[in-house]
């Protein structure tokens, strides 16, 4: 069968967080920065869907093919390891310090690559606010970071509470994802949870590493600290709370990991190892 229960999904959590703690520095860094450039890719896609039909939910309908690549082919998104290495931990097979360092890696590895995107499309937009797309980014990126500021405290509560719901709905893609064991099956159902977070306009820590800056870049009048102060950290901080209390202590609540599962990671990993039915994508 194609479906995978809810306890051999939590089981599948526990292994891909101990194959994540294991990885290299240098794997995290790649890894992380194909997942940047992916998801940069997915979000000027949906931005160019938005300009072109005018409708926000066919921009949300396709944004997720950026996910799913990195879900497919095993790389590395801060946002979803806050879920797998909360569990794997809590089960046992990692480190709270190994957990700490996977993120950090990799929040750094994103920002990287979400960066290199933003500097091409900026390029290959004509490296102004000419184009449709380019006026799009200035807007989207003066709304996450000026518009939140002018509201003070109220705004912070805003944007602290779109990133929990979004990164809710962004690990349970990572988890709906290995409740399937084919290719059909995992894009399918990890294309669900992924539509309804950008759909409503959530904040998410890596999209905006890619949205922010090129906007910037592109002419929106946002300062790094705005975008730092006012986004990025309280964006990043709620993606952890979210991912790691709702999706990861939640499910290993509800389906405690069988034993087997629980082994503690070794200190590094050597080459890529593959679960059989599942992802390592996160």
């Known amino acids: 069968m194609d479906y995978v229960a809810p306890a051999e ?3 599948t959590m526990v292994q891909l967080g101990r194959k994540k703690a294991a990885l290299s520095t240098p794997q995290l ?17 949906a931005l160019t869907a938005t300009v072109q039909t005018g409708v926000g939910l066919v921009g949300a309908l396709v944004f997720p093919v950026g996910f799913v690549m990195i879900v497919l082919f095993g790389m590395e998104l801060v946002t979803g390891n806050f879920a797998l290495l909360t569990t794997s931990t809590l089960a ?30 900026v390029a290959a937009l004509g490296g102004d606010g000419g184009h449709p797309v380019a006026a799009k980014l200035i807007a989207v990126a003066e709304a996450k970071t000026v518009a939140y500021q ?19 709905m962004v690990c349970m893609g990572v988890l709906m994802a290995l409740t399937a064991r084919s290719t059909a099956g995992k894009i399918l ?41 006012w986004n990025q950290l309280p964006v990043t901080l709620a993606n952890l709370l979210s991912g790691a209390v709702f999706v990861g202590v939640v499910f290993w609540a509800c389906y405690p990991p069988q034993k087997a ?11 890529e190892p593959q679960l059989a039915g599942a992802s390592s994508g996160s």
């Not at 599962?261 to 080459?271: E, G, Q």
């Open 261 to 271: 599962a629980t082994s503690p990671a070794p200190a590094s990993a050597p080459s």
């Open 29 to 45: 860094l790649l890894r992380g920065a194909v997942s940047g450039a992916f998801l940069g890719f997915a979000t000027s896609l």
């Open 9 to 11: 999904v939590v089981n």
């Open 92 to 121: 046992g097979a990692t480190t709270a310090g190994q957990a700490v360092r996977n993120w950090a890696w990799v929040f750094l590895g994103n920002l990287l690559g979400s960066l290199l995107y933003g500097v091409l499309l």
């Open 189 to 229: 159902a990890a294309w669900l949870p992924i539509t309804t977070f950008f759909a409503q306009g959530f904040e998410h820590s890596v999209v905006n590493m890619f949205v922010i800056p090129t906007g910037i870049l592109l002419g929106a009048e946002v300062s790094l600290a705005q975008w730092w102060l």
């Open 150 to 168: 002018a509201q003070g405290p109220q705004g912070l509560l805003r944007v602290g509470a779109k990133a929990v719901l979004c990164n809710w």
